[in-house]
Each structure stands twice: as C-alpha cells, then as structure tokens.
C-alpha cells in the first residue's frame, strides 16, 4: 500500500511521536522511507542564491538526518535522507511528488488559531495542496 513514505522532521522533540508511528508503518508494508529535514532559516534560504557555505545549524540537521537514519535502519527498514532548504510547506511538496510518495507523514505541534497566525502551518499548507494521503500525529506534550 505505501511505498514510499516522506516523513518530514523538524528536529524537535516532535519528532520522537511520528517516529514510532512510520516504524511500524514501514515495516508492516515493506516500505522505504524518506526523512526530510528543511532548513529554514536565514542560511539555508540564502543558500543558493548567496552562494553560502553550510552553516552550523544546517551541519546539525544533516548530522540529526544521519542519526536518525541509523536508529530506523538497525530496525531493517530502507531509509534514505534529505536535507532541503527553503519554504518548508514548499520543499515537502516538491519532494514528495518528485520521489512519487505514497504517504507524507507529519508531527502536528497542536498550535491553534493564534498559534498559527504567529508560528504558520505547514501542515496547514501541505494538506491544501497535496493529493497524497497525509498521515497527521500530534506530538507529545512536554
């Protein structure tokens, strides 16, 4: 049913919920997953056009992809990484049509009307304009 599952990470402690989450999926279906991280800020949007070296924050979360990677790899699962930089309702987008994703995978931070108008809503955003199913979990309070 899923073969191809973009899990996308925001290296928060939100991520530790999805995460068991699209273990199990993965390994009931066979499925390959894709865990995408997207840079945002200042650097990583700069990044192309400024022709910048990779920042600190952006080795961290390419360090994180790695890490995380290994711990679902030792489960036997297929894992690939990505790390994009830029819009990141824009950058899942873009990934899971170009990978043909069955399923995108996310961590709701439970923010609500006020909450989002400060912080956004990439889920928010994906779910608009996406057709691939989209698999929500809200994270765990702290």
Do not use: W
């Not at 650097?43 to 022709?51: D, E, I």
């Not at 830029?86 to 990934?95: T, V």
């Amino acid at each position: 049913m899923y073969k191809k599952i973009l899990l996308t990470l925001d290296n928060s402690p939100a991520d530790e919920t999805i995460l068991s989450h699209v273990a199990e999926l993965a390994a009931h279906f066979g499925s390959k997953i894709i865990l995408l991280h997207v840079a945002d800020g200042f650097a990583a949007r700069q990044f192309a056009q400024l022709k910048l070296a990779e920042s600190e924050e952006i080795k961290a979360d390419r360090d994180y992809l790695e890490k995380t990677a290994e711990l679902l790899r030792a489960k036997k699962l297929t894992v690939e990484t990505k790390l994009a930089m830029g819009s990141p309702p824009a950058e899942i987008l873009k990934i899971a049509e170009a990978e043909s994703c069955d399923l995108i995978a996310m961590a709701g931070h439970g923010h609500r009307f006020l909450g989002d108008l400060v912080h956004g809503s990439t889920i928010t955003e994906v779910r608009h304009n996406t057709f691939i199913p989209l698999l929500v979990i809200r994270a765990k309070k702290k």
